[in-house]
């Protein structure tokens, strides 16, 4: 006859000694990946476990993929630290927490000044079985019309507002770097009328041109 199971407690929190990092519910984490060559594995904690003593601790973990590890694999439009929420549940010891991580809104990420190497974001649901994302529509922009990826440097017409990958308008981003004023081709006889309009008034207008991102 099986034993009858240890009662098993909940914690409010946790210290992970060999990090010195209190973790709680709700914290996001890097675990240990089951090959060394993996980069950690990103899971947000449901529930701390431990038995009656306290002892074996085990973290209620819900897991975040990383673009190449779902069904559809890394698109052009992922950003490096780029992460989905998934619906893979899991438990796992927390001897296996690495460290804590801060998974941003894609909206907050953008306006990070720089990025550590513990901010991640996430702007989509994944469903790991079928692959699916929530939200499966995003906004796109440029001419090549695809989703914003934050790492990359885009331009902002001044007239009709989308934006555009240096790239994609034939220019270095060097030289997207030094535009004080861009209107796209679409724009750019009315841009060219406004330009002049606001040189007369001697307005300074203010820069367009975004860099989104300064990293580490
Ligand atoms: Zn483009
Ligand atoms: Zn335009």
């Known amino acids: 006859m099986a034993k009858p199971k240890a ?6 929190s946790y210290t992970v000694k060999r990090i010195n990092k209190t973790i709680k519910a709700g914290d996001c984490v890097l675990m240990r990946p089951s090959e060394p060559s993996k980069p950690s594995y990103v899971a947000k904690i449901e529930k701390i476990e431990a038995d009656s003593r ?5 973290v209620h973990v819900r897991w975040y993929y990383r673009p190449e590890e779902s069904i559809g694999g890394r698109r052009q439009f992922h950003g490096s630290k780029e992460l989905f929420l998934s619906d893979h549940f899991d438990v796992q010891s927390a001897d296996t927490i ?9 909206k907050n990420y953008t306006k990070l000044d720089a990025v550590g190497n513990d901010d991640y974001f996430c702007r989509f649901d994944y469903n790991s079985t079928t692959g699916a994302f929530n939200p499966d529509r995003v906004a796109v922009y440029c001419k090549c019309e695809m989703p914003y990826n934050p790492d990359d440097l885009m331009v902002q017409c001044e007239n009709c507002s989308d934006w555009f990958h240096p790239a994609c308008i034939e220019m270095t981003t060097e030289e997207a770097k030094k535009l004080d ?21 001697s307005k300074v207008a203010e820069t367009k041109v975004d860099t989104k991102r300064r990293r580490r």
């Open 181 to 201: 004023h861009f209107y796209c081709e679409s724009c750019s006889s009315e841009g060219q009328k406004k330009l002049q309009n606001s040189q007369s008034t």
């Open 7 to 12: 009662p098993r407690q909940t914690l409010d």
């Open 98 to 106: 690495e460290g804590k991580c801060t998974v941003h809104t894609f």
């Open 54 to 58: 306290g002892a074996n601790v085990k």
